[in-house]
């Protein structure tokens, strides 16, 4: 064949490959999310997410410093928090001793250099699991909730956060949590803001691990239609506006067109969070041997990258360092 164009000439070795490759993995890519949880000397392992675990204060510094060591250099902190601490309002939420500002503390004294993402949302801190305040006709309350959100984040920059996540999905609460934090003298802590947070089926096993799942309804009046994109694009220019330093869209996998339009539409740094669903599809498929867990552990966190994100949210961080750091090539 009289060929001008054979695509497969820049295929023809891995030498060549690695030139022309546009999207890469490595560790500087990732946020490490954690759970923690009261007691001592102790971690559980979450049933519905293989490897990956709820710790204690003691063994969370001690995890933590290991990760650190593997070139792990962010962690987003989930407190786990007893039903007895749990009210209709979330107050527990911004208790300066609270188990998520306690945690700050702990690994900023051991690992000062980690970075720290808290998550600013109320469910892991109301009796009836949803992200806001709910009146008696079971309508969650933007506006009262996000006084409570400010509070929260303001505690959490207090005990020495670097970045309040907003994950609730209230309106304004971008601006309000700025301010709040600017008016406390916390001008240098960032906001990553979850503003493509979608009400998905696949936070399942998230909830799992916290005990965290609504008790009644869902979350749909305030995460987004998995239908719309348009309305993706529009909830990231309010967060920009309002003082979102990084924004997110989550969950990643089935949202990838979402992560490459907002890449196009934006200049602010862009996190897609791989979240527990698609952690747990593919170690349960891993563990069936239907799949080669690795490879596709590679595949998938690599297609966010190429669809534009900067940084992966992802509970494979501490595997995708340990293979990287042997020398494995994806
Ligand atoms: N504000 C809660 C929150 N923060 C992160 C996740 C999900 C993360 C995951 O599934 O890995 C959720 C669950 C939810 O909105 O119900
Ligand atoms: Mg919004």
New binding site residues.
Partial sequence: MQLTHRPRRLRRNPSIRSLVREATLSVDDFIY?MFVMEGENNRVEIPS?PEAYRFTLDLLVQEVTEIYALGIKAI?L?PAVPEEKKDLTGSESFNPEGLAQQAVRAVKAAVPDMIIFT??????FTTH?H?GIIDDNGVILNDETVEVLVKMAVSQAAAGTDFV?P???MDGRIGAIRQGLDANGFENVGILA?SA?Y??A??????D??G???KSGD?KTY?MDPANSREAIKEVYLDIAEGADIVMV??ALAYLDIIAKIKDATNVPIAA???????AMVKAAAQLGWIDEKKVMFETLLSMKRAGADII?S?HAKAVAQLLASGYRC
């Fill in positions: 999310p997410m987003a989930f998550d600013v949302a109320l469910d892991p699991g992200d996540s994950s609730d999905m979850y947070k009400a998905s696949y936070y399942g096993p998230f909830r691990a916290l965290s799942a609504p979350k995460q989550k969950p969070y791989n979240v527990s669903g698609e952690y949210l509970y």
